[in-house]
């Protein structure tokens, strides 16, 4: 079974050899690997250049933004999958294997993903979806390396409450990529979110629990260097499936959940750079977007004192809302882009 592993770069001449290395280095060798550089002025060439491998294929493009670049890689492939891997990040050598060897057992499935290793500065994390809120509570009684089936549905709603499912960690038949008609170019951040949330409403997934990737968050990462943007969009994201949920009880509880995490993580990265305005702006943005009355007193609360807000936060769980501490490492998890 051929593989066709596309690596989008731009300007990541000092990270992507060691994303092309590990592709080239897979236990299963039938692949080629397409490195397409979005328009580099950097020393990616130049490197690539020292790889001797026929598998190897550099092509550069004008430059357009990663889904442009994904989805022109896709378009040169010529594997029955195709496998997706940031030029930051890296495989364990048997990755492709594993995934491979899933296909077969479950031949209908169209796509699988991986749990993945995360290194943050200094902050390891040795299980990403474990670090998720929500998909972490299917994993309870799922032993690590197994293989489980996630229904389009379930899937679906999952997306709608988090994003879990990294580029780096999913193989998809080519043929099923192409029928969702891979990435929206006119998104420059969220693309893989809403691919996914697109894909999932008629794809069939599996999931293997072992981490077969190791994700790396630099400080040229895109949700570090234009987070504001990045939350933006998965707020717009959002309301976009919501608004199209009507008669949908169950998906519409969800998209709530999702949205009221996501004006959180918004509103708290200007809280910790002490621009309260700011803050206050995105709660009562989030309000109006959900008429939801957590985000209203979470607004109150900003100028508060803090011996004020922890009496508030307790009030929060007597009328039944949140109320709950901040968890960063979970909110990194879902906020990484």
């Known amino acids: 079974m051929h593989v066709t592993v596309v690596i989008p770069t731009y300007n990541r001449g000092h990270v992507v050899m060691r994303a092309v290395t590990s592709a080239l280095a897979q236990t ?41 670049t994904r989805n022109a890689g896709v378009k040169l492939a010529t594997g029955h999958f195709v496998s ?20 077969e057992k479950h031949p209908e499935v169209d796509a699988v993903f991986t749990d993945l290793e995360k290194y943050d500065g200094d902050v390891f994390v ?60 006119r998104w420059s951040s969220s693309e893989d979110w809403e691919f996914l949330l697109r894909f999932a409403k008629w794809g069939r997934f599996g999931y ?14 895109l949700h570090r260097v234009d987070q504001p943007r990045g939350e933006t969009a998965m707020l717009g994201l959002l309301a976009r499936e919501r608004d ?7 998906a519409l509880a969800a998209v709530r959940r999702g949205l009221r995490e996501r004006v959180k993580q918004f509103a708290w990265y200007y809280e910790d750079r002490r621009q309260c305005a700011t803050a206050i702006g995105i709660y009562l943005r989030g309000f109006r977007l959900m008429h939801d009355p957590e985000l209203l007193l979470r607004a ?19 009328r039944g809302f949140a109320g709950e501490p901040r968890l960063r490492t979970s909110s990194r998890v879902s906020s990484i882009r």
């Open 208 to 221: 293997i629990d072992e981490p077969l990737v190791i994700l790396r968050i630099s400080r040229d990462s």
């Open 126 to 185: 040795p299980s990403f979806m474990r670090e998720s809120p929500l998909f972490s509570r299917r994993l309870t009684e799922v032993c690590r390396g197994e293989g489980i089936l996630v229904p389009s549905r379930e899937m679906y709603l999952y997306l709608l409450q988090e994003v879990f499912v990294k580029p780096s960690a999913l193989t998809m038949r080519l043929d099923a990529f192409r029928c969702a008609g891979g990435f929206d170019e």
């Open 28 to 68: 299963h060798a039938d692949l080629d690997v397409l490195v397409v550089d979005d328009g580099s002025t950097d020393d990616t060439a130049d490197r690539l250049k020292t790889i001797e491998d026929p598998r190897l294929q550099y092509v550069v493009r004008s430059h357009a933004g990663v889904s442009a």
């Open 244 to 250: 199209a949920l009507a008669g949908d009880p169950q």
């Open 300 to 318: 109150a609360a900003v100028w508060l004192p803090q011996a004020a807000r922890d009496r508030l936060g307790k009030a929060f769980k007597l």
């Open 84 to 103: 997706f891997l940031d030029s930051d990040d890296e495989w364990k050598p048997h990755k492709l294997e594993c995934e491979l060897a899933f296909f």
